[in-house]
Nanobody, 122 residues
């Protein structure tokens, strides 16, 4: 059974930084992509970033140049470094793994963590 556990969320002022971690267990995690999505109150879950098993990276336009996704296959952990945070980045951030199709579509991902809250104050 695959399990994903996020950590690193919190409250930060606009312009600040946070690093989210996603610790994975249950199988060898070199084979598939990791991703990050976020969901703000009253909004749909939206794609943030993904990294493939070949370490290709993909980003939503809203976070390009500010967020960096990475993975440490030895530690079975994915990261999301978030810099220059804005109030509109406030959301619950979810780690996900093993997409069956379109990285940008939440319904195509197989496993999800419980989420971690990120709040950016103005």
């Amino acid at each position: 059974q695959v399990q994903l556990v996020e950590s690193g969320g919190g409250l930060v002022q606009a312009g600040g930084s946070l690093r989210l971690s996603c610790a994975a267990s249950g199988e060898t995690f070199n084979r598939y992509a990791f991703g990050w999505f976020r969901q703000a109150p009253g909004k749909e879950r939206e794609f943030v970033a993904a990294t493939s098993s070949q370490i290709n990276t993909y980003y939503a336009d809203s976070v390009k140049g500010r967020f960096t996704i990475s993975r440490d296959s030895y530690r079975n952990t994915a990261y999301l470094q978030m810099n220059s945070l804005k109030p509109e980045d406030t959301a619950v951030y979810y780690c996900t793994y093993d997409p069956s199709g379109n990285y940008y579509n939440a319904a195509d991902w197989g496993y999800w963590g419980q989420g971690t809250q990120v709040t950016v104050s103005s």
